[in-house]
């Protein structure tokens, strides 16, 4: 597989206690954890790829750091390719608050799925799922995030794998509602260097702008009285943190 970007709309939906949205536009990649890309050096400010952003950060590689995490978790690690969705790290920085990986068998079938989710507070936590054929799966909330909601409930989510289109879901349902919502829908590009500059120019520096705008909606939500749920300790994974 080659390297792909997909240029991306990201949208929130809060529906309770009061009604918040927004929508923000940045780029990911798609990437076979087999055979990163490599830029040329002028390039690769733009885009790194480094195991001590993913899993436990002390892997010698993120396909490593993924096989350790399956393994903590009683999985055979997966004989096939491992696509990673994943924002890379931008002139030094790097902020991802969802990275996938699909992870096939040597068939070509799809083994499992990897959710890893980063909150703003340096921690990280990774969600073993097993969708179904279209990509439909749910998990119990097992990692606080957001800081308006508690730990509990459950994921929805649809989790497709990429291709022409860029199409994922996932909600938080409690008590019966469906108090949030999360999309990221986009087009897929080649990511060759002038697509790569495109991005570039449409999105500078993105990692920085997502982390800059999640404590933005943060503070304003908090200023329109959302009251802020404590953060209970972070419960370590084995072969995450």
């Not at 400010?45 to 480094?50: D, I, V, Y």
């Not at 990280?124 to 730990?151: E, I, N, Q």
């Given at each position: 597989?080659?390297a792909?970007l997909?240029?991306?709309v ?53 396909r ?26 931008v ?14 068998r ?33 998990t119990a ?18 989790l497709p ?19 949030f ?29 997502v ?22 300790p ?8």
């Amino acid at each position: 597989m080659t390297a792909a970007l997909y240029e991306c709309v990201v949208s929130h939906v809060r529906t309770t206690p009061l009604r918040y949205s927004f929508r923000h536009r940045t780029y990911l990649w798609l990437v076979d954890l087999d055979a990163l890309p490599r830029l040329p050096r002028p390039l690769r400010p733009l885009a790194r790829f480094e195991a001590r952003d993913h899993f436990g950060g002390k892997a010698p590689d993120i396909r490593a750091g993924l096989d350790r995490f399956l393994a903590a978790e009683g999985v055979e690690p997966p004989g096939g390719r491992v696509l990673m969705l994943t924002a890379a790290r931008v002139f030094g920085h790097v902020f991802n608050p969802l990275t996938v990986y699909w992870c096939h068998r040597s068939d070509g079938s799809t083994a499992c799925v990897v959710a890893e989710v980063h909150n703003t507070y340096g921690e990280r936590h990774c969600y073993l799922l097993r969708p179904d054929a279209a990509g439909r799966t749910a998990t119990a909330k097992d990692f606080y995030v957001s800081p308006f909601f508690p730990v509990d409930g459950e994921y929805r989510m649809q989790l497709p794998e990429p291709g022409v289109r860029l199409d994922l879901t996932v909600h938080l349902e409690r008590a019966g509602t469906r108090p949030f919502t999360a999309t990221v829908r986009g087009e897929r590009r080649p990511a060759t260097t002038a697509g790569l500059l495109r991005a570039a120019v449409r999105h500078p520096w993105p990692t920085a702008t997502v982390s800059a705008l999640i404590r933005m909606h943060g503070v304003l939500l908090y200023l329109r009285g959302l009251p802020v749920r404590p953060r209970p300790p972070h419960r370590p994974q084995e072969g995450v943190q």
